[in-house]
């Protein structure tokens, strides 16, 4: 069974641009969460969603922004990014609701120069 | 404000010596607590869910307590492929897959 795939693993951006993540979940896993990971804040919630709807949203300014689509597949994206966006992005997939047991993918890592 | 505290935040053990690591918490209406492991270059591994104080889980050298304010992951006579960061996290009551992290505990077991 295929894991959580997330595309691209690495990239980097420079202050100002934008840029898009995509998470591919586990089949018939229709939750797709976010998390933000740095060395100083540790793992951070961004969002969650569940069939298409956000159900969930962390403490984290309008510039990141994100939707899923019918199949589940998800994304992110930052505008105007900040030299502190710099982070792991993991995106975390469950089987339904409220579990709270995640499979988390590899994550992308997120450089801004 | 849902809060996770963590330590010590790094451990050094040895092949064989048994050791404790200590999640504190303070959350509305904790529904879960979860316990991960993340290796490096890797995102987190599901280890164990606790639901309620006095419950324990078990798998293979680990096994995770919980009380009303905190949980702890012993480990026992741990091999040094039991070296991972340790991540503790809660879920309140009404936060869907919101979960809350704490820092971690980082654990090297030399041979």
């Known amino acids: 069974k295929a894991g959580v795939t997330q595309t691209p693993r690495y990239l980097i951006k420079t202050r100002g641009q934008q840029v898009t993540l995509s998470c591919s979940p586990i089949?018939?896993?229709?939750?797709v969460s976010w998390y933000q990971q740095t060395p100083g804040q540790g793992l951070q919630f961004l969002f969650e969603y569940f069939s298409e709807t956000q159900r969930n949203k962390g403490n984290f300014p309008g510039r990141f922004s994100g939707r899923q689509f019918s199949n589940s597949r998800s994304e992110m994206n930052v505008s105007t990014l900040e030299l502190g966006d710099s982070a792991l992005y993991l995106c975390a997939s469950a089987v339904q609701g409220n579990t709270g047991e995640l499979f988390f993918g590899e994550g992308s890592r997120l450089t801004v120069l | 404000e849902d809060q996770v505290t963590q330590s010590p935040e790094a451990l050094r053990l040895q092949e064989g010596e048994s050791s404790s690591l200590n999640c504190s918490y303070t959350?509305?209406?904790?529904?879960?607590l979860f316990w991960y492991r993340q290796d490096p270059g890797k995102g987190p591994e599901f280890l164990f869910t606790?639901?309620?104080a006095g419950e324990e889980k078990e798998k293979e050298r680990l096994k995770a307590t919980l009380t009303k304010k905190e949980s702890f992951l012993h480990i026992t006579a741990p091999k040094p492929e039991d070296s991972a960061t340790y991540l503790c996290a809660v879920q309140a009551g009404t936060a869907g897959n919101m979960l809350t992290f704490g820092g971690g505990t980082r654990l090297m077991v030399k041979p």
């Open positions: 959350v509305s209406g904790l529904r879960g």
């Open positions: 089949s018939g896993h229709r939750s």
């Open positions: 606790l639901y309620s």
